[in-house]
């Protein structure tokens, strides 16, 4: 079976890896994925992807590409003759693209479709307070992430867990059930499901917008919204006209002097013992660690050390 395998994150890494070491049944024939370019500072040396370092490391060929929809890519695509093409955390492919596949083109998205349907299901999983997630191969169709359903293994998401931690289990995950796509589809016995448009939502983009901490929530929303979008993009919020990121965070049980709790708002912050304590709809949590604009990431001890008072009675908005 010749394979062509698309994609450009570490997320995609392991699928890459499990796929070359499945057999030789699998022919990994081409390896697609973005071009190099600065990775850590827009001052920084271009890097290649996680997937182009983990292919030129296997021996494989490598494209990398600006425009899928350029119809020179297309032509490439199809001179290498794909019996199936891979997707992994990469572009939305077009029809012209994805149909040169002899046996189809599936995705793997790390969900259990038709939930969390976009660009960042585990960051709005663990947003939303969900205790369970997977991953889903599916076929490709023209209407992004909506094809039937092929293969789903499920997961639970620890209560601490961060988007970071959690996407690095669903990589491995989703390694298991690539390969075991390939085979179904090599044997043809893939059996697909088509997706229950009822049970459909969405995961966006993530933007400066939607990252911003809303500290009138509850505290519980408020740590999974931070441990969601923790290590990046970060959730953030202002100190003194200062942008601040915070990482980690979890509920306390704090409480101020009665006279003094009853004069608090949402995003007030206190420092006591060493501690940092920042206040939500209905309570306290304690933030662990942080990053201030311009700083390197700091424990919170780190930051409480900078207040000379044992109040800060300031607060973050």
Known sequence: MRIIFMGTPAFAVPSLRAIAEAGDDFELVLAVTGRDKPRRSSRAEPEPTP?????????????????????????TVARY???VIVVAAFRILPPGVFELARLGAFNLHASLLPAYRGAAPVNWAIINGEKETGVTTFFLQKTVDTGNIILRKSTAIGPDETAGELAGRLSETGAE?????????????AEVSVQDERFASRAPKLTPENTRIDWVEPVEAICDFIRGLA??????????????????????????PEADEQKT??????????RLYAMGLDGWLEILSLQMEGKRAMD??????????????????
């Open 51 to 75: 997937v182009k370092k983990a292919a030129l490391e296997l021996g494989l060929n490598v494209l990398e590409v600006d425009d899928v929809r350029n119809p020179r890519f297309a032509g």
């Open 177 to 189: 059930v690539v390969v075991r796509t390939l085979q179904l589809i090599r044997d043809g016995r």
């Open 265 to 274: 708002v949402p995003g007030r912050f206190c420092i006591e013992n060493n």
């Open 300 to 317: 919170a001890g780190e930051f409480c050390r900078g207040f000379r008072c044992r109040d800060a009675a300031a607060s973050f908005s």
């Open 81 to 83: 003759r794909p019996d």
């Open 231 to 256: 290590p990046k993009p970060a959730a953030w919020t202002l100190f003194d006209h200062r942008k601040v990121k915070i990482f980690k965070a979890v509920p306390a049980g704090f409480h101020l």
